[in-house]
């Protein structure tokens, strides 16, 4: 891979992390097409690069969160309970099974795109009903193992769909953007692994782009500081129509693959 593109990674990787830090999803989804049909890495080895990315990109924010006692709160274990072995399983999936992508682009553009479009609506003419109330902590660890094994197939560090889930169930954004932001940077360190070790046993791309990775992780981990640096300055319902905006646009962008 040359340098050039390398380049054009940290800087995607940056820009994106920007953005989507300060609601706790760390762009992982979103840089998977770019790396994809821009950068030009082969599938399966665009999984774990994207997870190495993770890796990288996640100290940046999580120790802005850290710094702000962020982490402490019991979200952030429910979450890395579920997501740890789930991305385990996803990664054997992706290898033995080899699911394509175009399963996937359904299943995410399917659950994003309404609900962000139900989050935007909620937030922008909230309804006189009773207040949702949070998933009980077994509920949040199942959710949390679903989206692993996601996660270990696609390479998508997570956030991108407990965000929208947990904060459309009344949890704050406060409380879910750290500890999100938290597991998305352990599930990969296990996922990239777990597929580091499976490239020893199979043929084929399924080690990452490490240079690739590495550069987009580095331009995520300068975005990802910046971003939880802002969050604790933007109002609530900003954030809220923040991350409804990314669930939308994400399933709209997956929409639109899946049918071309």
């Known amino acids: 891979m040359e340098w050039s593109t390398a380049f054009l990674g940290f800087v995607a990787g ?3 992390s920007l953005v989507t830090a300060p609601v706790g999803v760390s762009g ?4 998977l097409p770019v790396q994809v049909s821009i950068l030009g890495v082969p599938s399966p080895a665009v999984t774990p690069t994207n997870l190495l990315c993770n890796v990288v990109a996640g100290p940046g924010a999580l120790l802005r969160h850290h710094r702000a006692g962020g982490l402490r709160g019991p979200l952030t274990r429910l979450l890395i309970t ?3 072995p789930g991305v385990v399983i996803g990664a054997v ?3 033995f099974a080899v699911p394509g ?3 996937f682009r359904l299943l995410v553009a399917a659950l994003l795109l309404p609900l962000g479009v139900w989050l935007l609506a909620r937030t922008l003419r909230p309804v006189a009903l009773r207040p949702p109330r949070p998933p009980s902590p077994r509920a949040t660890t199942a959710l949390a193992l679903t989206v692993g094994v996601a996660g270990g197939v ?3 560090g997570g956030g991108s769909l407990l965000g929208p889930i947990l904060v459309g169930r009344g949890v704050p954004v406060a409380a ?3 500890a999100a932001l938290a597991s998305t940077f352990i599930t990969p360190i296990i996922g990239s692994s777990t597929y580091a070790l499976l490239s020893l046993a199979v043929t084929g791309d399924v080690a990452p782009d490490w240079l690739l990775g590495l550069s987009c992780g580095a331009g995520g981990l300068v975005g990802g500081y910046l971003g939880a640096r802002l969050q604790p300055h933007l109002p609530e319902t900003g954030l809220r129509l923040l991350l409804g905006t990314l669930a939308a646009g994400i399933g709209a962008l997956y929409a639109i693959q899946f049918a071309s």
């Open 154 to 156: 696609y390479g998508i």
């Open 176 to 178: 879910v953007a750290p």
């Open 28 to 31: 992982a989804v979103f840089l």
């Open 82 to 84: 579920g997501t740890v």
């Open 93 to 95: 999936v992706r290898v």
């Open 101 to 103: 992508p175009r399963v």
């Open 14 to 16: 940056l820009l994106i």
